[in-house]
């Protein structure tokens, strides 16, 4: 059983810069791909970004690039997301997950492909 905790979501006016950390326990951090997704009240939950196993890939969705970053320290079995000039429209409950498969060579950005969910952090971004 994983188990996923995330932290660093908070208030921000808009063009500032929050940075959320994800700790994983539980499973073999280092051998799977880690994402972050979020969701607005009455929206979907959205892909947002992921990097690979290895850190040797990312992916992000064409909304955020450029502005957000994904890292990982597997020795602290931790994933980030950068984000910076965050908007109001980037307001929503940022939730990091654990893909479901290790080693995979791509990175995955849709839901299904994550079995494992932390609790979520709240982001707001006031104008």
């Known amino acids: 059983q994983v188990q996923l905790v995330e932290s660093g979501g908070g208030l921000v006016q808009a063009g500032g810069s929050l940075r959320l950390s994800c700790a994983a326990s539980g499973r073999t951090f280092s051998s799977y791909t880690m994402g972050w997704f979020r969701q607005a009240p009455g929206t979907e939950r959205e892909f947002v970004a992921a990097?690979?196993?290895?850190?040797?890939?990312?992916s992000y969705s064409d909304s955020v690039k450029g502005r957000f970053t994904i890292s990982r320290d597997n020795a602290k079995n931790t994933v980030y997301l950068q984000m910076n000039s965050l908007k109001p429209k980037n307001t929503a409950v940022y939730y990091c997950a654990l893909n479901a498969r290790p080693y995979r060579v791509v990175v995955k950005t849709t839901n299904v492909e994550y079995d494992s969910w932390g609790q979520g952090t709240q982001v707001t971004v006031s104008s």
């Open positions: 990097i690979k196993w290895n850190g040797g890939s990312t």
